[in-house]
T-cell receptor, first 114, second 115 residues
Framework: EAQVTQNPRYLITVTGKKLTVTCSQN?????MSWYRQDPGLGLRQIYY???????DKGDVPEGYKVSRKEKRNFPLILESPSPNQTSLYFC?????????????FGPGTRLTVL | GQNIDQPTEMTATEGAIVQINCTYQ??????LFWYQQHAGEAPTFLSY??LDGLEEKGRFSSFLSRSKGYSYLLLKELQMKDSASYLC?????WGYGGATNKLIFGTGTLLAVQP
Protein backbone atom coordinates (compact mmCIF):
# COMPACT_ATOMS: atom_id res chain seq x y z
CA GLU A 1 0.00 0.00 0.00
CA ALA A 2 1.32 3.40 -1.02
CA GLN A 3 1.70 5.50 2.09
CA VAL A 4 3.59 7.99 4.20
CA THR A 5 4.30 6.85 7.74
CA GLN A 6 5.31 8.91 10.75
CA ASN A 7 6.54 7.93 14.18
CA PRO A 8 5.71 8.52 16.91
CA ARG A 9 2.06 9.44 16.48
CA TYR A 10 1.89 11.07 19.90
CA LEU A 11 4.70 12.45 22.02
CA ILE A 12 4.83 14.36 25.27
CA THR A 13 8.26 15.68 26.19
CA VAL A 14 9.96 18.36 28.25
CA THR A 15 11.73 21.52 27.24
CA GLY A 16 15.24 20.95 25.94
CA LYS A 17 15.11 17.19 25.43
CA LYS A 18 16.18 16.43 21.86
CA LEU A 19 13.73 14.44 19.80
CA THR A 20 13.34 13.09 16.28
CA VAL A 21 10.13 12.46 14.39
CA THR A 22 10.62 9.99 11.59
CA CYS A 23 8.92 10.10 8.19
CA SER A 24 9.08 7.45 5.52
CA GLN A 25 7.36 7.05 2.13
CA ASN A 26 7.22 4.03 -0.17
CA UNK A 27 6.18 5.80 -3.38
CA UNK A 28 9.67 6.72 -4.63
CA UNK A 29 8.78 10.41 -4.39
CA UNK A 30 11.52 12.96 -4.85
CA UNK A 31 9.83 15.73 -2.90
CA MET A 32 9.20 15.60 0.84
CA SER A 33 8.08 18.28 3.24
CA TRP A 34 7.28 18.91 6.89
CA TYR A 35 4.37 21.05 8.06
CA ARG A 36 3.01 22.10 11.39
CA GLN A 37 -0.66 22.77 11.93
CA ASP A 38 -1.89 25.12 14.61
CA PRO A 39 -5.44 26.34 15.29
CA GLY A 40 -6.24 29.45 13.28
CA LEU A 41 -2.94 29.33 11.40
CA GLY A 42 -3.42 26.44 9.03
CA LEU A 43 -0.63 24.28 7.68
CA ARG A 44 2.75 25.99 7.57
CA GLN A 45 5.81 24.56 5.91
CA ILE A 46 8.87 23.95 8.10
CA TYR A 47 11.39 22.39 5.72
CA TYR A 48 11.28 20.66 2.40
CA UNK A 49 13.52 18.44 0.33
CA UNK A 50 13.68 18.26 -3.44
CA UNK A 51 15.67 15.03 -3.46
CA UNK A 52 18.41 13.19 -1.58
CA UNK A 53 20.84 15.60 0.08
CA UNK A 54 18.81 18.62 -1.09
CA UNK A 55 16.90 20.42 1.66
CA ASP A 56 15.75 23.99 2.20
CA LYS A 57 13.86 26.12 4.70
CA GLY A 58 10.15 26.64 4.52
CA ASP A 59 8.24 29.42 6.25
CA VAL A 60 8.82 28.46 9.89
CA PRO A 61 12.19 26.66 10.13
CA GLU A 62 13.46 28.10 13.43
CA GLY A 63 14.14 25.41 16.02
CA TYR A 64 14.04 22.52 13.55
CA LYS A 65 16.53 20.52 11.51
CA VAL A 66 16.08 17.94 8.80
CA SER A 67 18.18 15.54 6.78
CA ARG A 68 17.63 13.57 3.60
CA LYS A 69 20.21 10.82 3.36
CA GLU A 70 17.90 8.37 1.63
CA LYS A 71 15.05 9.00 -0.77
CA ARG A 72 12.41 7.35 1.38
CA ASN A 73 13.22 9.00 4.75
CA PHE A 74 12.98 12.59 5.91
CA PRO A 75 13.33 12.91 9.71
CA LEU A 76 12.47 16.09 11.60
CA ILE A 77 14.80 16.92 14.46
CA LEU A 78 14.07 19.23 17.37
CA GLU A 79 17.43 19.81 19.06
CA SER A 80 16.03 21.71 22.04
CA PRO A 81 12.23 21.66 21.99
CA SER A 82 10.31 24.54 23.51
CA PRO A 83 6.62 24.85 24.44
CA ASN A 84 5.91 26.96 21.34
CA GLN A 85 6.71 23.87 19.27
CA THR A 86 3.68 22.10 20.68
CA SER A 87 1.73 21.36 17.54
CA LEU A 88 0.40 18.77 15.10
CA TYR A 89 3.10 17.84 12.60
CA PHE A 90 2.58 16.36 9.15
CA CYS A 91 5.06 14.92 6.73
CA UNK A 92 4.14 14.90 3.05
CA UNK A 93 5.62 13.63 -0.19
CA UNK A 94 5.00 13.99 -3.90
CA UNK A 95 6.54 13.58 -7.30
CA UNK A 96 8.69 16.53 -8.23
CA UNK A 97 8.62 16.89 -11.96
CA UNK A 98 5.80 18.54 -13.84
CA UNK A 99 2.71 20.04 -12.34
CA UNK A 100 -0.43 18.91 -10.63
CA UNK A 101 1.17 16.30 -8.43
CA UNK A 102 -0.70 16.24 -5.16
CA UNK A 103 1.11 15.85 -1.88
CA UNK A 104 0.41 12.73 0.14
CA PHE A 105 0.32 13.30 3.87
CA GLY A 106 1.35 11.09 6.74
CA PRO A 107 -1.05 10.48 9.66
CA GLY A 108 0.41 13.24 11.79
CA THR A 109 2.41 13.48 15.01
CA ARG A 110 0.88 15.31 17.93
CA LEU A 111 3.71 16.81 19.97
CA THR A 112 3.36 18.40 23.38
CA VAL A 113 6.37 20.16 24.91
CA LEU A 114 6.02 20.90 28.63
CA GLY B 1 2.36 39.16 0.43
CA GLN B 2 0.85 35.71 0.48
CA ASN B 3 -2.75 35.45 1.50
CA ILE B 4 -5.41 32.79 1.11
CA ASP B 5 -8.89 33.44 2.49
CA GLN B 6 -11.64 30.94 3.19
CA PRO B 7 -14.70 31.14 5.43
CA THR B 8 -13.96 29.70 8.85
CA GLU B 9 -17.11 27.65 9.22
CA MET B 10 -20.14 26.58 7.20
CA THR B 11 -23.20 24.50 7.94
CA ALA B 12 -25.29 22.59 5.42
CA THR B 13 -27.98 19.94 5.36
CA GLU B 14 -27.60 16.34 4.31
CA GLY B 15 -28.51 15.90 0.64
CA ALA B 16 -27.99 19.57 -0.18
CA ILE B 17 -25.28 21.38 -2.19
CA VAL B 18 -22.65 23.59 -0.60
CA GLN B 19 -20.06 25.89 -2.15
CA ILE B 20 -16.86 26.73 -0.30
CA ASN B 21 -15.05 29.79 -1.62
CA CYS B 22 -11.34 30.56 -1.62
CA THR B 23 -9.64 33.77 -2.68
CA TYR B 24 -5.91 34.07 -2.97
CA GLN B 25 -3.17 36.62 -3.42
CA UNK B 26 0.22 35.04 -3.96
CA UNK B 27 3.45 36.16 -5.57
CA UNK B 28 3.20 33.28 -8.01
CA UNK B 29 0.60 30.77 -9.10
CA UNK B 30 1.18 27.27 -10.40
CA UNK B 31 -2.06 25.53 -9.54
CA LEU B 32 -4.66 25.32 -6.78
CA PHE B 33 -5.46 22.26 -4.70
CA TRP B 34 -8.35 21.34 -2.46
CA TYR B 35 -7.83 18.93 0.40
CA GLN B 36 -10.25 17.37 2.85
CA GLN B 37 -9.22 16.90 6.46
CA HIS B 38 -11.26 15.07 9.08
CA ALA B 39 -10.56 16.05 12.67
CA GLY B 40 -7.22 14.70 13.87
CA GLU B 41 -6.45 13.08 10.53
CA ALA B 42 -4.20 13.77 7.57
CA PRO B 43 -5.34 15.99 4.70
CA THR B 44 -6.38 14.00 1.63
CA PHE B 45 -6.35 15.29 -1.92
CA LEU B 46 -9.66 16.23 -3.55
CA SER B 47 -8.96 18.28 -6.65
CA TYR B 48 -6.48 20.31 -8.65
CA UNK B 49 -7.03 23.28 -11.00
CA UNK B 50 -4.39 25.06 -12.99
CA LEU B 51 -6.48 26.42 -15.87
CA ASP B 52 -9.66 28.47 -15.59
CA GLY B 53 -12.87 26.54 -15.46
CA LEU B 54 -14.62 23.71 -13.73
CA GLU B 55 -13.18 20.30 -12.88
CA GLU B 56 -15.73 17.67 -11.92
CA LYS B 57 -15.04 14.54 -9.94
CA GLY B 58 -18.13 12.67 -8.84
CA ARG B 59 -19.92 14.62 -6.11
CA PHE B 60 -17.08 17.14 -5.94
CA SER B 61 -16.32 19.94 -8.40
CA SER B 62 -13.76 22.70 -8.25
CA PHE B 63 -13.69 25.97 -10.16
CA LEU B 64 -10.86 28.38 -10.81
CA SER B 65 -10.66 31.94 -12.08
CA ARG B 66 -7.04 33.02 -12.21
CA SER B 67 -7.83 36.61 -13.20
CA LYS B 68 -9.98 36.99 -10.09
CA GLY B 69 -7.75 34.97 -7.77
CA TYR B 70 -10.78 32.87 -6.90
CA SER B 71 -11.72 29.25 -6.56
CA TYR B 72 -14.61 27.32 -5.12
CA LEU B 73 -15.25 23.73 -4.14
CA LEU B 74 -18.76 22.46 -4.78
CA LEU B 75 -20.04 19.47 -2.87
CA LYS B 76 -23.28 17.88 -4.06
CA GLU B 77 -25.61 15.39 -2.39
CA LEU B 78 -24.02 16.07 0.95
CA GLN B 79 -23.47 13.15 3.29
CA MET B 80 -22.76 13.16 7.00
CA LYS B 81 -19.25 11.85 6.29
CA ASP B 82 -18.54 15.10 4.40
CA SER B 83 -18.33 16.89 7.75
CA ALA B 84 -14.66 17.93 7.75
CA SER B 85 -12.31 20.84 7.15
CA TYR B 86 -11.67 21.78 3.54
CA LEU B 87 -8.29 23.29 2.80
CA CYS B 88 -7.50 25.49 -0.16
CA UNK B 89 -3.81 25.50 -1.15
CA UNK B 90 -1.96 27.40 -3.84
CA UNK B 91 1.20 26.05 -5.40
CA UNK B 92 3.46 29.08 -5.39
CA UNK B 93 6.81 28.02 -6.75
CA TRP B 94 6.85 30.23 -9.81
CA GLY B 95 10.24 31.81 -10.11
CA TYR B 96 11.92 28.65 -8.92
CA GLY B 97 11.33 26.94 -12.23
CA GLY B 98 8.58 24.86 -10.71
CA ALA B 99 11.15 23.29 -8.49
CA THR B 100 9.95 23.63 -4.93
CA ASN B 101 6.37 22.30 -5.12
CA LYS B 102 5.65 24.81 -2.37
CA LEU B 103 2.05 24.88 -1.18
CA ILE B 104 0.55 27.79 0.73
CA PHE B 105 -2.50 26.72 2.68
CA GLY B 106 -5.53 28.64 3.79
CA THR B 107 -6.69 28.08 7.35
CA GLY B 108 -9.47 25.80 6.18
CA THR B 109 -13.27 25.83 6.23
CA LEU B 110 -14.94 23.62 8.80
CA LEU B 111 -18.09 22.17 7.25
CA ALA B 112 -20.77 20.70 9.47
CA VAL B 113 -23.39 18.58 7.72
CA GLN B 114 -26.62 18.30 9.66
CA PRO B 115 -29.34 15.67 9.24
Amino acid sequence: EAQVTQNPRYLITVTGKKLTVTCSQNMNHEYMSWYRQDPGLGLRQIYYSMNVEVTDKGDVPEGYKVSRKEKRNFPLILESPSPNQTSLYFCASSLNRGTGHEQFFGPGTRLTVL
Amino acid sequence: GQNIDQPTEMTATEGAIVQINCTYQTSGFNGLFWYQQHAGEAPTFLSYNVLDGLEEKGRFSSFLSRSKGYSYLLLKELQMKDSASYLCAVRDDWGYGGATNKLIFGTGTLLAVQP
